[in-house]
């Protein structure tokens, strides 16, 4: 399969900031040179609105979960509901879920409970994860190592909006994860994600936006979406001193080994 354009690996259509003008922006799109676009669930209704996306737009593809700071309320019978969201055939991933330990609430104990069971969830449909872990690393690389054995062969998943270290970086990507890399590393003070960028080969990284949040610079603090990608391309390829083509072409290749969508 040739790849020409951006592959946004995680974003958030349904949020109600693209109400105004979402059909118009994704429609414009493939002109602004992004061919796929993965949106991920962080809640059951997210997940519902998540699929409406994908059925209404050829070149998104979407993800089924909760996200650890949605997890509070979260019954057996919701895993039951995603189990069957993982049966559509544009769904390519459980997520996003893991442990968020910025906030005190959800109790960590509530968190790690709904993590294992949505990993449990992953291995039983065989879909490849997204990991959304904040000031939580050494919790969420001890319980993944309890799960990614009994994942299949190839690649798990990716730790999205990785904000760790470089060593830990290198760790997940040993155990077979791929490293989310967004607007973050546009910033300024954004040391500690540049020496991962660096440290990290090209071909373990795929690009996302995490749209509406965290839009690269010149857009800080603005809404984000897929088009403002190029501005992480062009970032990346600086740090690596390789092409912005090549960049492309190498993280949309990634994701859609990821996903398994290359098949
Ligand atoms: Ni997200």
Redesign the pocket.
């Known amino acids: 399969m040739e790849i020409k354009g951006i592959f946004d690996s995680?974003a958030?259509y349904e949020d109600r900031r693209f109400d105004e003008d979402r059909d118009n922006l994704l429609r414009g799109m493939k002109e602004s040179g992004v061919d796929y676009i993965v949106n991920?669930g962080?809640s059951i209704d997210t997940t519902k609105k998540t699929i409406l996306l994908t059925e209404q737009y050829d070149f998104i593809y979407g993800s089924a979960g909760v996200h650890p700071e949605e997890c509070k309320d979260m019954k057996d019978d919701d895993l039951l509901f995603l189990e069957e969201v993982c049966k559509h055939n544009k769904i390519v991933a459980v997520g996003?879920i893991g442990l968020d330990y910025y906030w005190d609430e959800p109790a960590r104990d509530i968190q790690k409970k709904w993590f294992r069971k949505q990993l449990e969830l992953a291995v039983k449909v065989n879909l490849p994860v997204i990991i959304?872990t904040r000031d939580a690393i050494e919790d969420t690389m001890n319980i993944l190592k309890e799960y990614t054995p009994l994942m299949s062969q190839g690649i798990h998943g990716v730790i999205?909006?990785f904000s760790g270290s470089a060593q830990s970086a290198a760790e997940f990507v040993k155990m077979g994860y791929y490293i989310g890399i967004g607007g973050v590393v546009t910033f300024k003070n954004a040391k500690k994600l540049k020496e991962v960028a660096q440290e990290i080969p090209i071909e373990n990284i795929v690009i996302e936006t995490?749209c509406p949040?965290m839009a690269p610079e010149p857009y800080r603090g603005k809404r984000n979406d897929s088009s403002y990608l190029s501005y992480v391309v062009s970032k990346l390829a600086k740090i690596k001193g390789i092409s912005e083509q090549e960049v492309t072409e190498i993280t949309a290749e990634n994701a859609l080994r990821m996903y398994r969508m290359n098949k």
């Open positions: 995680h958030h991920v962080s996003e959304h999205h909006c995490d949040y």
